[in-house]
Each structure stands twice: as C-alpha cells, then as structure tokens.
C-alpha cells in the first residue's frame, strides 16, 4: 500500500497518522528526549535539639543532620529577646562563647542548601554555668578492704570541683588524725596491726578550703603470718609486707649480707609478759654488712613493740643498731652499748669514711630501748662508725627509753628526722662524728614517759635536746682527751627542738639537763637556722675548755637560730666551766622571744596542755612568727659552705626560715608516715 494514496485515510485517518509518526521516529533512537528529575525533597526543621553549658562563658548546642541540607544557621537569644545569628556550621554542633555566666540563652536552628532555606527547630533553653564555686560536699561511698595484714584500701567516689582530699585513721577506741592527702580517689595505708578494726574518714579539699568528713567506714586487717626470726641472717634475705617478723634476741646481719626490708613490712619485738621484763630484742647491722629498707611515706617501715596498741611501754624491744667501718676518735677496743651480746661487737678502728650499710628511709622505731638492767638500754637508732656511703632519711623515734638519735664517730648523713618523747637526749653525737644533718624535730612533753612495770630501764636524770661531745672521756681511749681528732664536727641545720616547760625535767645542780643543746668535751660543729624552745635550764651550754677553743678556732658554729620561751637563752657569766656567754654570739643573728613556744607554729599544744593520742601536729610558722624569717638566706655565711657539699647529691639548702618546716610548704615532710603515740 502506498502511504501516498490517500483512500483509506476517511476510514483509517486518526490511525494512519499515529502510525505515520511511529515509523519516522523508529529510525533514530538518540532523539528520545528523557523525562525530567523529580524535584528534591523539601528541608525539614532539624530535630534532637539539645544543649550543654561548659563554662561560666560556654554553650554547646548539637542537633540531628537534615537530608539535604549542606550546612546550617544558629541562632541565639537572650532570655526573652529576639534571635539574631549566632554562626553558621557545617555540621552538626555548634559552641557558643563570650556568654554571660548564670545566664538563660535560647538556640534554634535552621538547615541549608544553597540560597534555600528551611524551617528553623524548636527552641533549646541552656543556662551557663555560674560563676560561683559549686558548694564542696563531702565523699559519698567511702569503704574499702584489707589486701593483707599490715594494709587497708579506701575507696570513695569523686566530688565535683575537689582537687584533693584528706584521709584520716583511727584505732575502734583513738582519736582520727590525718594520714594522708591525696588527688585520687583511693589511699592505702599500711604498716597496720593484723586483725585489727581501723577506721576511716575522707574529706574534700579545693584550694585551702575542706569540706565536712564523710560517714565513717570500719574496716578490719586481715590476719598475718607472723615470722619467728631466731638465728641471725648471713645470706642475702628479702623480708615482705605481707608478713609480721618477730625478733626472738638481738638479731645480727652478718657475714656481708644483705637484708633487704619491703615497704609497708611490720618488724616486732619479743612477745610481752605482763609484769615481767621484756625480752632484750633488737637488729644489729654489723661491719660489711647492710641493709636496704626503703620505705614510702605511704608504706612505712615500722619497727615496733610486739604488743598492742595501747599496752606499749618505752623500752618494750631494743630498736636498730649500724655499725659501720668509717673513723672516729676512740683508740683501742670500743664495744656498742647495750647488754650482751651488743656490748661483745667492737666498733672502733675504721678506715673507711665513705663506707656503705645499706639505704635506710620511711622508718617508724616505736618504744623501743630496751634493757637488761639498769642504765643499760639500747637507743632508738645508734650508729656506730656508719659512713657517708650509707643513706638515711625520714626517720622517727618515739617514745624510746634512751637516746632517740645517737652517733658514735663515723660521717653518715641524714635528713628529715622526727624524734617524739625521749627518755634521754634527741639527737646525740659524740667520738669523732663529722655527718652533716638537716630538717629535724624533737619534742618533749609531760608527763615523763616510763617502762613498763619490771623493765629494769630508768630514764636519764640530764636530758637535753642536743647533746653532743668531742671525745666522750678526758682519758682512756680518748688518746687526747676532749682534744681527740678527728673532732666531732657535726653540722644540724633547721631544727626544731622543743622542750617541755618547768617541772617536767629534774633539775640538775651542774645545770647540764634540761637544755635545748648541751654542747661538750671538744666537740665542734655547725648549729644554724635552727630553733630552741621551751627548754627548763636554758637554750644551750657550752662546757669545757676544749669546747671554748673550738669557738675561737671557727670549728664551732653557732648562728642564726631563734631561742624561744627558755628561762635563760645563753651561759650565765662566771658560771663555773661554762663558755656560751651572750657576748661571744652578737654577730651571730641569734634572736630571742619570750613568746609561749607553741605560738611559734600553726598548732602544737602548749606545755600545760596534755597532747593526746594521734594528735595531728602542724610544725609550719605560724601567721606572724619569728621564725618564718632570720634565716641564712640563699647562702650559709663564712667557711659552712665548705662543709656542706656533696649533700644528698647536692648542696645543703640554705634557708630564709628558721626552723624544720617552710612557712610556705603545702604538704609538710612529715606528713602521713609519722604519728604520735601515747601508747
């Protein structure tokens, strides 16, 4: 059929032309035209608005992303007020800042795609923080338990804006007194009694401000294994926290060994019969031999008396005895005081200045001075010719029946020493001791401390807080008398040496008891920034001619303390063998004050006022004292800092302060491993 004829278009016309039209487009399939895109869909509001103040000046706004959108507008107000735009992000946070503290803002925001835009969100209210500390409360949820018999771990929960807390302890029965502080929010304490309820409190800290204690948690040590040590140890031993090491006689270390003593470990004395003496107890470092025992002030070292707490009594075991290889000034055989077999060990005739017994750090010696008869006790630490090589630091004695610190010869250094409640002197020195000593407290109080009832031990009828001597006899094994060399040239730097007011102290006819210093037989020596209080004869003495020498030789040294609340501060003139008179010092920056001793410092009880169990002492200067000034400054006058190199690996520390405690020390060195005992 040809298209061209034209006959059936009547009868076909409508179909004809529709198929006219499939086949002219059927030849060329590139001419098809596509449909076009359906259009995108329109923005929604964004959802899941929320808000989150994070400073005083701060908002953090987040929000759900919208479909399409390729960035969004925020919006702020202020209270009431009308929006304005605050930023444009493209995601889906949005930090606000330069606000106004404690203030109201609204958000909204609004998704965007080019020039659209879509609907703004609901409105979020955020509130900035305030400027005004949020109030400090006390820990919640404060408990813990026993990982072994010697330590307890406390635990609480965090407090908002704390930077620290303080942890307190006490017995069932004691007083609470603060042992540490801490930025965490867990402390462990050790050195503990097994099987024994401890209890503990936490409080906040922010800056200088405390919140309230927390509830009380009573928690129980857990039963220990306790170690008869019975023979003396000739091989390298290891003693662990987890046990209790009872000593069952003097026990010596021996043969070159080395006893190496864990932090946190409890060493005890002989067990205790009640009304008979205690047996003689005590650990003996020999020549070429040592000791490491490195506590922490977290894990003390405790050497103690085997009984409990609350039934101990000055001189219940022996305590610890060094004797090293370095010289003194005794000639001949010299054995160590105490009774047998401590008075068979010789000590005398060292060559070896720099000699090493061991490392001996965060160590508690409690009521130790044991005797086996009478005006024989042991000390609280002796050292015997013990030489530079040896390290000791943080160390306390209280309540020992004899001298709490005594050395015999020998060069060792040490520093940050607490002495509590002495049966005799604090610190003592003497045969040719030339070690150099800094930051050091002594305290005694009344009444008197005594023995238990059968100990033959008798405390000393001429206590003082220093008392140090060149060569300890005019004759024997004193070759020259109180000119023996080497000299005892110690140096004693910030001390605080405090006495216990008239009538605790018998009154001695020579006037060589009761004194801050008693300064003797040749000695001579470095006394400096130092301060002497309280003390029922005087400040100090000096006695003996040989002793006068050494001040015009320079090799006595006596400046830049405070003497405080004494009833007389220097040597009265004319006073028979007595060589300390005012005059020889007046260049020496020594100043005195009738001042009560105890207003000297930030809370220690005056001497009528009975210091109680675990009493929390704060030996900084008080606001205004004399002794936060006076000192020596950055730099020790005259020929000292010749004797004061090589100190701790170092100089020696001069200080603008006087006394063992800067004014401006957050934490005190003494702080949470010493404590106070009235039994």
Request: glycine residues 12%; contains cysteine; negative net charge.
């Amino acid at each position: 059929m040809s298209f061209a004829s034209t006959r059936w278009l009547p009868k076909y016309g409508a179909m004809a032309c529709l198929l006219l039209a499939m086949v002219a487009c059927s030849d060329d399939d590139d001419d098809i035209i596509p449909p076009p895109p359906p259009p995108p869909p329109a923005l929604v509001a964004p959802t899941g608005l929320t808000g989150t103040a994070t400073s005083t000046t701060g908002v953090r706004v987040t929000w759900s992303a919208v479909t399409g959108a390729t960035s969004y507008t925020v919006e702020q107000a202020t209270g009431s007020g009308a929006f304005s735009t605050a930023g444009t992000v493209s995601g889906t946070e949005f930090t606000a800042a330069n606000l106004q503290p404690n203030t109201e803002y609204r958000f909204r925001v609004r998704g965007l795609r080019g020039t659209e835009q879509g609907p703004f969100s609901a409105d979020v209210t955020v509130r900035t923080q305030s400027d005004a500390p949020v109030a400090l409360v006390a820990p919640t949820g404060v408990g813990g338990s026993s990982p072994s018999a010697t330590s307890v771990r406390v635990v609480w929960n965090p407090v908002a804006s704390a930077t620290a807390y303080d942890v307190q302890q006490a017995t069932l029965t004691g007083d609470f007194v603060t042992v540490n502080r801490v930025t965490g929010t867990d402390y462990t304490a050790t050195g503990l009694a097994p099987t024994t309820d401890y209890r503990f409190r936490v409080r906040s800290v922010r800056n200088t401000e405390t919140s309230d204690f927390s509830a009380i948690t009573t928690i129980r040590t857990l039963a220990a294994n306790t170690i008869q040590v019975s023979s003396d140890i000739t091989q390298n031993t290891v003693w662990t926290s987890n046990n209790i090491y009872q000593l069952t006689r003097i026990i010596s270390v021996a043969n070159g060994a080395t006893l190496t003593i864990q932090p946190g470990t409890r060493i005890i004395g002989g067990a205790i019969t009640q009304g008979q003496a205690p047996p003689v107890t005590a650990l003996i470092v020999l020549r070429g031999s040592r000791v490491n025992a490195v506590g922490t002030a977290e894990a003390p070292i405790v050497m103690t008396s085997a009984a409990s707490e609350g039934n101990r009594f000055p001189g219940d075991w022996g305590g610890l005895i060094i004797v090293g290889n370095a010289r003194s000034n005794r000639t001949g055989r010299v054995v160590v005081e105490g009774p047998a077999p401590a008075d068979t060990i010789s000590w005398g005739n060292g060559n070896a200045d720099n000699d090493n017994s061991g490392d001996y750090r965060y160590i508690r010696v409690e009521f130790a001075g044991a005797a086996a008869q009478l005006n024989v006790e042991l000390n609280s630490f002796s050292m015997y010719s013990v030489g530079s090589g040896t390290r000791m630091e943080y160390l306390q004695a209280i309540r020992g029946l004899d001298d709490m610190f005594e050395w015999f010869g020998g060069t060792v250094d040490g520093r940050y020493f607490v002495s509590y409640e002495s049966g005799d002197d604090h610190f003592d020195s003497a045969e040719g001791y030339r070690g150099r000593n800094q930051f050091m407290i002594a305290l005694q109080t009344g009444p008197r401390i005594s023995p238990r009832p059968g100990n033959p031990g008798a405390l000393s009828s001429e206590q003082s807080g220093f008392e140090n001597d060149g060569c300890g006899s005019a004759a024997g094994s004193c070759a020259q008398g109180f000119n023996s060399t080497p000299y005892s040239m110690p140096v004693f730097a910030n001390f605080t040496v405090v006495g216990p007011g008239p009538g605790v102290l018998p009154v001695r006819a020579g006037g060589d008891g009761g004194l801050g210093a008693n300064i003797r037989r040749g000695t001579g020596g470095v006394y400096i920034n130092g301060v002497l209080a309280r003390w029922p004869e005087a400040a100090f003495s000096i006695f003996d001619p040989e002793t006068d020498q050494r001040i015009t030789e320079d090799s006595l040294n006596i400046r830049n303390l405070v003497l405080a609340d004494n009833p007389r501060n220097f040597d009265a003139v004319g006073a028979n063998n007595r060589f300390g008179q005012e005059s020889k010092f007046t260049n020496n920056a020594i100043r005195t004050t009738t001042a009560a001793g105890h207003t000297l410092f930030n809370n220690v009880p005056s001497a009528s006022t009975p210091v109680t169990n675990n009493f929390d002492f704060d030996w900084r200067p008080a606001t205004g004292s004399i002794l936060a000034t006076g000192g020596t400054g950055t730099t020790f006058p005259g020929r000292i800092p010749q004797r004061v190199t090589n100190f701790f690996g170092g100089t020696m520390q001069s200080t603008s302060y006087v006394g063992a405690i800067d004014p401006a020390a957050g934490t005190e060195w003494y702080a949470g491993w010493t404590r106070y005992y009235l039994n």
